[in-house]
């Protein structure tokens, strides 16, 4: 009776959208993202300069409003090029391709910052579902996935060993304003504390940030809203 609860409820949508992102996608690429890099800096060395910014971005907008194109998001935000390809064969595709791009993001002082991001692609079906009467899946249903989504995965990424260190969740909750950069400079925001964070700010020489917004984000969800065993008596 409790399963069916859980699922008339939609509880376990988002814990299995999470899980499925890591061990379908994030488990297989993140451990190879150094080392593309690492490639990637040989050969332009004056690219990614910051090495603490060497990681996949994840974007995780509650909202689950993605663009397919960044660059249409937000025109601070360019695409400069892709890393090296990783091939695998993968549940009977032949050589699968794996790949991540590059942005360049301009801060409000004209200066370039580089880095690997993309959108966390399950968000798109959280908002589908949300767009289909059959799902009969509402607003407040898909923020709240959201929010379980992006608390999931970060758990999951925390207990993974071997994705430690080479990945960003950037959550973000867009304010009713217009801002045709808000985007960037979430993203901005990011990169500067990973390149500034370890050092300690001294008197008189302090390190200013690009001119940012850090949404204040509210993950708060109820007990009930928490993931609930799936049924097994269909097998």
Known sequence: EMSEMSEKSKQNVAYGLAWSYYVGYLKIVLPRLKKLMEEFSRAN?????????????????LSCDIYDDLEKADSNIRYLTDLAETTLTRAGIKKRVYKHSLYTIRDKDEKLWHCAVEYATPLQSLYAMSQDECAAFSREDRLEQAKLFY??????????Q?????YRLIAYE???EADAHFLSREILGHLWKQCHEEYTVQEGNQLHAPSMTSTELNLQISQSDLPQPLRSDCF
Request: hydrophobic share 35%; net charge negative.
């Open 174 to 176: 867009e304010s009713g």
């Open 162 to 166: 071997e994705c430690a260190g080479t």
């Open 151 to 160: 608390r999931t995965l970060e758990e999951i990424l925390q207990g993974s």
């Open 45 to 61: 060395p004056n690219v990614l300069a910051c090495r603490d910014t060497w990681k996949l971005h994840i974007l995780v907008p």
